[in-house]
């Protein structure tokens, strides 16, 4: 019997609800780390995805395909447009579906670990082409699909003539080591107190791939 194979390309109209769902579920360490269970991490990380926390209406999103199963997905785009802060229209309902979403019991630890969070931000330039999400379904891990998924965004960067490929990640990921090999650096690490007491990761890093000097284009 043959082995499926492999197919990464954009999503393309309901897909992309789906896609973006394996940015939560299941819910990461950190997620987890931050709210103090993992049953109001999903809940949390679905508000984030509805308030457009985790993807901007101009970011580019690819799907990888084993055959029919949603394998991995990758959420990319030019610098600030790829971040994570959402707009304050989202902004304002993202609070209004935590409030509902949250037990009264556990938003002192949420929101004391949002604020943490929040403070290991990195500004990304506009001209780099930044991958704010990379993900790989649990069953699917270790076949290589997220270097599939990395090398994509390399190719899209590389045709907008973009100067640096950028990624921000855990100090403890061990995806580290796998960005490493593709040739990403860390450029600069951001800490804060007590973060690690609640992911066991000290902070962030983030971590830069150089392209072919071109200038980027719109």
């Not at 579920?25 to 308030?51: K, L, N, S, Y």
């Not at 082409?129 to 190719?155: D, F, K, M, N």
């Not at 690490?189 to 983030?206: C, D, F, P, S």
């Given at each position: 019997?043959?082995?499926?194979t492999?197919?990464i390309?954009?999503?393309?109209?309901?897909e992309r609800?789906?896609?973006?769902?394996?940015?939560?579920?299941?819910?990461?360490?950190?997620?987890v780390?931050v709210?103090?269970d993992?049953?109001?991490?999903?809940a949390?990380?679905?508000?984030?995805?509805?308030?457009g926390?985790?993807?901007?209406p101009?970011?580019?999103v690819?799907?990888?395909?084993?055959?029919?199963?949603?394998?991995g997905?990758?959420?990319?785009?030019?610098?600030?447009?790829?971040?994570?802060?959402?707009?304050?229209a989202?902004?304002?309902a993202?609070?209004?579906?935590?409030?509902?979403?949250?037990?009264?019991?556990?938003?002192?630890?949420?929101?004391y670990?949002?604020?943490?969070?929040?403070?290991?931000?990195?500004?990304?330039?506009e001209?780099?082409?930044?991958?704010?999400e990379?993900?790989?379904?649990p069953?699917?891990?270790?076949?290589?699909?997220?270097?599939?998924?990395?090398?994509?965004?390399?190719?899209?960067?590389?045709?907008?003539?973009?100067?640096?490929?950028?990624?921000?990640?855990?100090t403890?990921?061990?995806?580290r080591?796998?960005?490493?090999?593709?040739?990403?650096?860390?450029?600069?690490?951001?800490?804060?107190?007590?973060?690690?007491?609640?992911?066991?990761a000290?902070?962030r890093?983030?971590?830069?791939?150089?392209?072919?000097?071109?200038?980027?284009?719109?």
């Amino acid at each position: 019997m043959r082995e499926a194979t492999l197919c990464i390309r954009d999503v393309q109209g309901e897909e992309r609800e789906r896609a973006l769902r394996l940015v939560y579920e299941p819910p990461g360490p950190e997620m987890v780390g931050v709210v103090g269970d993992a049953g109001i991490a999903r809940a949390v990380g679905a508000c984030f995805q509805r308030a457009g926390l985790f993807v901007q209406p101009e970011s580019v999103v690819l799907a990888a395909w084993w055959a029919d199963e949603l394998a991995g997905v990758l959420v990319a785009g030019r610098g600030r447009s790829a971040s994570r802060r959402a707009p304050r229209a989202s902004q304002r309902a993202l609070v209004l579906g935590l409030a509902r979403a949250l037990p009264v019991a556990s938003i002192p630890r949420a929101l004391y670990g949002a604020l943490l969070r929040s403070r290991l931000d990195f500004e990304i330039p506009e001209e780099d082409y930044h991958v704010s999400e990379v993900h790989v379904a649990p069953r699917r891990q270790r076949r290589g699909i997220g270097t599939c998924l990395l090398r994509e965004a390399e190719a899209r960067a590389n045709a907008l003539g973009c100067p640096r490929l950028s990624l921000t990640t855990l100090t403890t990921n061990p995806a580290r080591r796998l960005y490493e090999r593709l040739g990403y650096r860390v450029v600069g690490e951001r800490t804060v107190a007590g973060y690690g007491r609640l992911t066991g990761a000290r902070g962030r890093v983030l971590m830069e791939k150089p392209l072919p000097s071109r200038r980027c284009s719109s």
